[in-house]
Antibody, heavy 120, light 108 residues
């Protein structure tokens, strides 16, 4: 059974960089069939796709966040990571990692999510 | 950017009755439309993709229809566990994709 688990600091200061890691178990991140993505949800609000990465390192980012986002993959650890720079209170959200089929951005599997609060 | 609009924002339905949720795209997304269910404190769960294909393990009471700009999620006979927030998502022009703002399905 595929499982995804987010990890990282729950509190980040304004202007700093948010860093999260998603650990994949029960499946290989190096599968040619899937992309691995990050999605966020501000408290009480809707969902926003941040970006996705292929095991080769190929990435796609939401244009609205592209200037601040970096997604990377570590196939040796079966993990992928998110970095979001210059955060503000508007970046406070539950961050989910997810898996979707190659070039089809439908998230069949999700992590449980982790709340990141931006506050001094 | 394609804007997804869901209606109504809140839908009150009695258990055992039918619920119909709508999703409209600001331009055609063909059949590249998914529906998710989200319960409080949980991650979203995929219900429907390709506008009408149920995801693995999703009960037959959930059905999706539509193409182009108009889509519908129907729950034929509401069970207690179906009361949740439902999101539609277009992935026709990924990247990026976009979600609707959600419909809260509550018990009448």
């Amino acid at each position: 059974q595929l499982q995804l688990q987010e990890s990282g600091p729950g509190l980040v200061k304004p202007s700093e960089t948010l860093s999260l890691t998603c650990t994949v178990s029960g499946g290989s991140i190096s599968s040619s069939s899937y992309y691995w993505g990050w999605i966020r949800q501000p408290p009480g609000k809707g969902l926003e796709w941040i970006g996705s990465i292929y095991y080769s390192g190929s990435t796609y980012y939401n244009p609205s966040l592209k200037s601040r986002v970096t997604i990377s993959v570590d196939t040796s650890k079966n993990q992928f990571s998110l970095k979001l720079s210059s955060v503000t209170a508007a970046d406070t959200a539950v961050y989910y990692c997810a898996r979707h089929p190659y070039h089809i951005a439908v998230a069949h599997y999700w992590g449980q999510g982790t709340l990141v609060t931006v506050s001094s | 950017e394609i804007v997804m609009t869901q209606s109504p924002a809140t839908l009150s339905v009695s258990p055992g009755e039918r619920a119909t949720l709508s999703c409209r795209a600001s331009q055609s997304v063909s059949s590249n439309l998914a529906w998710y269910q989200q319960k409080p404190g949980q991650a979203p769960r995929l219900l429907i993709y390709g506008a009408s294909t149920r995801a693995t393990g999703i009960p037959a009471r959930f059905s999706g229809s539509g193409s182009g700009t108009e889509f519908t999620l129907t729950i034929s006979s509401l069970q207690s566990e179906d009361f949740a927030v439902y999101y539609c998502q277009q992935y026709n022009n990924w990247p990026p994709c976009s979600f609707g703002q959600g419909t809260k399905l509550e018990i009448k």
